[in-house]
């Protein structure tokens, strides 16, 4: 068999190690300095392109340059009087421009100033935060605003616990503090070399400041798996160059397919046109391709260098053991044996899963979702006491000058409008703004329904409504109405890669709803968190809360493209073994024996790394972390070891099923297997 260029990259890279290794130490300081002197700040715009939202925030960037719809809001008891010294202090911080008139509320208890801020949420220096954090302490007043909920949130490495946790998994499974230590390394070269780089894409595109964690718990996750499925390969050869060659070309293969499949999929993300969502996609892609080609030209070199010192420093008790495992041979062949009882149950088990879905709510949270002990919460609650739900989310409405009163005047008799501000007109006077505050708060059904009446003509046609409730409602609008294309586009553009790769229709298709089903159930434990309940109130979720419109398309994009490394992992074995003369019955006992071991390490380190999001204060990250461990748990189980041997036992051998017209269309390249026996 002609020896495929991917074993000869692995070759050459284990034989020119000190090349290599140089190589990639260069490229990690390159990147560090490039970073550090070319590198931007993470900034995002959340509005939805051709939104009345969007239109309102450019309305006020140019015609109010001092005004913002994001603000500080300052709440206080009026017994204790008006906080003059504190906001005299609060107008000289940076992002922060001059207080609006205090507000009273009806009863006369509380009042509220709001300080519109000068430049976008997450463009406003952390220090300003902090110290209007310590300004409203010692004034005891209560703060509420993205800027506050950011600062009051403390930091949490859960990039180091995912780490650590991933060592120890590594340790049980590899046996050896030198083998455990190996893909760690990968690991860390990948988040160094992929966190300068995103720095620098920072510095061209608006990219979020949570883009960097999302790509680096992907990153160590997807960078351990492919280093452990390579590491694996290379020690059950017996080590040496002729390992890596087999190592590489083989299992290498299957990491190229995972890999491009996970960007494949990230790209869908740019279907949804959200601007901010591309800083996410292209930070999450570089993770994803630096871990990639570490693993096919650092992984060799490092292995070349450990040589037979790779066994050394063994776990107690542990014996080296590369082959299959009898557990899982035995587990196969009783699946196999009673398929349909396997794929009833299974089935039966992931609706289950995704029941929840049904409940889910899209929306962004708000303060009234902060934990109690919070200000922002503090803030949240004394403002829909004393002035009522709808004032923590006003609308923000600007017209035409000559248009304002008589605006106002038809907002202020509108059925579900609490309160209506005056008029402020810019200096050019040309332009107003008006705050309009709803009856119902701001996640309310009412609210939204309210906006949409608002928003039919009744205004007049040169007027637009903004503000974070109607930034709410536009996201969520367009990213219901842009998801059955995204879907589409990630599905389809994976059966093409899979295609390629099997040729094979039917394992194309049965891939893509598996990991459908993988998905719905990572939806439905999302739902369940969301709602608050003994289920969030584990993570730290007390009430319900809506799920951001852009978690379950970051998930979707992710989830795919990650169910697919096991996918790709698993079947590659059973192709390999039915390709070399076996019957596919034999085929899948054989893949799965000698996969399962892999596939349960690698999720199990896939769980950890996803599952260390808990800890953060964000709670968006903890819904992705946990849904993302949730998913890949199921995949590598109920998915992996129950459906995929129980439908591949059924279909026979018409799991290779190929028109000959199609098998003539379809390019043949490196991702496919090479024909052993079989044509």
Same mark, same amino acid.
């Given at each position: 068999?002609?020896?495929?260029?991917?074993?000869?990259?692995?070759?050459?890279?284990?034989?020119?190690?000190?090349?290599?290794?140089?190589?990639?130490?260069?490229?990690?300081?390159?990147?560090?300095?490039?970073?550090?002197?070319?590198?931007?700040?993470?900034?995002?715009?959340?509005?939805?392109?051709?939104?009345?939202?969007?239109?309102?925030?450019?309305?006020?960037?140019?015609?109010?340059?001092?005004?913002?719809?994001?603000?500080?809001?300052?709440?206080?008891?009026? $017994?204790? !009087?008006?906080?003059? #010294? *504190? +906001?005299?202090?609060?107008?000289? @911080?940076?992002?922060?421009?001059? &207080? /609006?008139? =205090?507000?009273?509320?009806?009863?006369?208890?509380?009042?509220?100033?709001?300080?519109?801020?000068?430049?976008?949420?997450?463009?406003?220096?952390?220090?300003?935060?902090?110290?209007?954090?310590?300004?409203?302490?010692?004034?005891?007043?209560?703060?509420?605003?993205?800027?506050?909920?950011?600062?009051?949130?403390?930091?949490?490495?859960?990039? $180091?616990? !995912?780490?650590?946790? #991933? *060592? +120890?998994?590594?340790?049980?499974? @590899?046996?050896?503090?030198?083998? &455990? /230590?190996? =893909?760690?390394?990968?690991?860390?070269?990948?988040?160094?070399?992929?966190?300068?780089?995103?720095?620098?894409?920072?510095?061209?595109?608006?990219?979020?400041?949570?883009?960097?964690?999302?790509?680096?718990?992907?990153?160590?996750?997807?960078?351990?798996?492919?280093?452990?499925?390579?590491?694996?390969?290379?020690?059950?050869?017996?080590?040496?160059?002729?390992?890596?060659?087999? #190592?590489?070309?083989?299992?290498?293969?299957?990491?190229?397919?995972?890999?491009?499949?996970?960007?494949?999929?990230?790209?869908?993300?740019?279907?949804?046109?959200?601007?901010?969502?591309?800083?996410?996609?292209?930070?999450?892609?570089?993770?994803?391709?630096?871990?990639?080609?570490?693993?096919?030209?650092?992984?060799?070199?490092?292995?070349?260098?450990?040589?037979?010192?790779?066994?050394?420093?063994?776990?107690?008790?542990?014996?080296?053991?590369?082959?299959?495992?009898?557990? #899982?041979?035995?587990?196969?062949?009783?699946?196999?044996?009673?398929?349909?009882?396997?794929?009833?149950?299974?089935?039966?088990?992931?609706?289950?899963?995704?029941?929840?879905?049904?409940?889910?709510?899209?929306?962004?949270?708000?303060?009234?979702?902060?934990?109690?002990?919070?200000?922002?919460?503090?803030?949240?609650?004394?403002?829909?006491?004393?002035?009522?739900?709808?004032?923590?989310?006003?609308?923000?409405?600007?017209?035409?000058?000559?248009?304002?009163?008589?605006?106002?005047?038809?907002?202020?008799?509108?059925?579900?409008?609490?309160?209506?501000?005056?008029?402020?007109?810019?200096?050019?006077?040309?332009?107003?703004?008006?705050?309009?505050?709803?009856?119902?708060?701001?996640?309310?059904?009412?609210?939204?329904?309210?906006?949409?009446?608002?928003?039919?003509?009744?205004?007049?046609?040169?007027?637009?409504?903004?503000?974070?409730?109607?930034?709410?409602?536009?996201?969520?609008?367009?990213?219901?109405?842009?998801?059955?294309?995204?879907?589409?586009?990630?599905?389809?553009?994976?059966?093409?890669?899979?295609?390629?790769?099997?040729?094979?229709?039917?394992?194309?298709?049965?891939?893509?709803?598996?990991?459908?089903?993988?998905?719905?159930?990572?939806?439905?434990?999302?739902?369940?968190?969301?709602?608050?309940?003994?289920?969030?109130?584990?993570?730290?979720?007390?009430?319900?809360?809506?799920?951001?419109?852009?978690?379950?398309?970051?998930?979707?994009?992710?989830?795919?493209?990650?169910?697919?490394?096991?996918?790709?992992?698993?079947?590659?074995?059973?192709?390999?073994?039915?390709?070399?003369?076996?019957?596919?019955?034999?085929?899948?006992?054989?893949?799965?024996?000698?996969?399962?071991?892999?596939?349960?390490?690698?999720?199990?380190?896939?769980?950890?790394?996803?599952?260390?999001?808990?800890?953060?204060?964000?709670?968006?990250?903890?819904?992705?972390?946990?849904?993302?461990?949730?998913?890949?748990?199921?995949?590598?189980?109920?998915?992996?070891?129950?459906?995929?041997?129980?439908?591949?036992?059924?279909?026979?051998?018409?799991?290779?099923?190929?028109?000959?017209?199609?098998?003539?269309?379809?390019?043949?390249?490196?991702?496919?297997?090479?024909?052993?026996?079989?044509?």
């Amino acid at each position: 068999m002609p020896t495929s260029r991917l074993a000869r990259l692995g070759a050459f890279a284990f034989r020119r190690r000190r090349l290599v290794l140089g190589a990639w130490v260069g490229a990690l300081v390159v990147s560090i300095a490039l970073a550090a002197t070319l590198g931007g700040t993470f900034s995002a715009d959340y509005n939805t392109p051709g939104s009345d939202s969007k239109a309102a925030a450019e309305a006020l960037e140019t015609r109010f340059p001092a005004t913002s719809p994001d603000t500080i809001d300052v709440v206080w008891r009026t $017994a204790d !009087g008006t906080p003059t #010294a *504190f +906001l005299q202090q609060a107008t000289k @911080l940076k992002g922060i421009g001059p &207080a /609006g008139e =205090p507000q009273i509320s009806p009863d006369g208890a509380v009042g509220v100033v709001r300080l519109p801020l000068t430049m976008l949420p997450d463009e406003v220096p952390r220090t300003t935060g902090d110290r209007l954090l310590e300004l409203g302490a010692a004034a005891d007043v209560e703060l509420g605003g993205g800027v506050i909920q950011q600062a009051q949130q403390g930091p949490i490495s859960s990039e $180091a616990i !995912g780490l650590t946790v #991933a *060592f +120890l998994v590594l340790l049980v499974a @590899l046996g050896t503090v030198v083998a &455990a /230590g190996l =893909p760690l390394l990968l690991a860390l070269f990948g988040l160094g070399i992929a966190t300068g780089l995103i720095m620098l894409l920072a510095a061209v595109l608006p990219t979020p400041d949570w883009s960097s964690t999302v790509a680096a718990m992907l990153g160590i996750g997807v960078g351990i798996d492919y280093a452990l499925l390579i590491l694996t390969r290379y020690r059950a050869a017996g080590g040496g160059e002729a390992a890596i060659r087999e #190592a590489v070309g083989t299992a290498g293969r299957s990491v190229l397919i995972a890999g491009l499949t996970v960007v494949i999929s990230l790209l869908g993300l740019f279907a949804m046109g959200l601007t901010y969502l591309y800083g996410v996609a292209l930070a999450a892609i570089i993770a994803v391709l630096v871990v990639m080609v570490g693993a096919i030209t650092l992984l060799p070199a490092l292995l070349g260098f450990a040589g037979p010192r790779i066994e050394r420093l063994r776990l107690p008790g542990r014996r080296a053991s590369h082959g299959g495992g009898a557990f #899982a041979g035995r587990w196969s062949r009783a699946v196999q044996k009673r398929p349909w009882t396997a794929a009833i149950a299974g089935t039966l088990v992931l609706l289950a899963l995704a029941s929840p879905v049904t409940g889910l709510r899209l929306g962004f949270p708000d303060a009234g979702n902060d934990r109690e002990e919070t200000t922002t919460r503090q803030a949240f609650d004394l403002v829909t006491q004393h002035f009522g739900a709808g004032a923590n989310g006003p609308f923000v409405i600007v017209a035409p000058a000559a248009a304002a009163e008589p605006v106002a005047s038809t907002l202020r008799g509108e059925a579900g409008v609490a309160s209506v501000a005056p008029p402020q007109v810019n200096p050019a006077g040309d332009t107003a703004l008006i705050l309009a505050n709803p009856t119902t708060a701001p996640e309310s059904t009412a609210t939204e329904d309210l906006l949409e009446r608002l928003r039919d003509g009744r205004l007049g046609e040169d007027v637009v409504i903004g503000g974070r409730t109607a930034q709410a409602v536009d996201q969520a609008q367009a990213t219901s109405a842009r998801l059955p294309l995204f879907i589409g586009g990630v599905v389809g553009l994976s059966l093409l890669l899979l295609l390629v790769a099997f040729r094979s229709v039917t394992v194309a298709l049965k891939a893509a709803v598996l990991n459908l089903f993988s998905v719905g159930a990572a939806y439905g434990v999302v739902a369940l968190l969301a709602q608050g309940g003994w289920a969030g109130q584990l993570v730290g979720i007390d009430t319900a809360t809506p799920v951001p419109p852009f978690i379950p398309v970051i998930m979707f994009a992710t989830l795919f493209g990650l169910s697919m490394d096991y996918e790709v992992f698993l079947l590659s074995r059973v192709r390999e073994a039915w390709l070399s003369g076996r019957s596919t019955s034999r085929a899948v006992t054989e893949g799965l024996t000698r996969t399962a071991g892999v596939i349960s390490a690698a999720a199990a380190i896939m769980v950890v790394v996803f599952g260390a999001l808990a800890l953060s204060p964000e709670v968006f990250l903890k819904l992705i972390g946990i849904g993302l461990a949730t998913a890949v748990l199921v995949d590598a189980t109920v998915v992996r070891l129950v459906l995929v041997p129980a439908v591949m036992q059924l279909l026979g051998e018409r799991n290779w099923w190929m028109p000959r017209w199609l098998d003539r269309i379809v390019p043949h390249t490196e991702l496919e297997a090479p024909a052993l026996s079989r044509a």
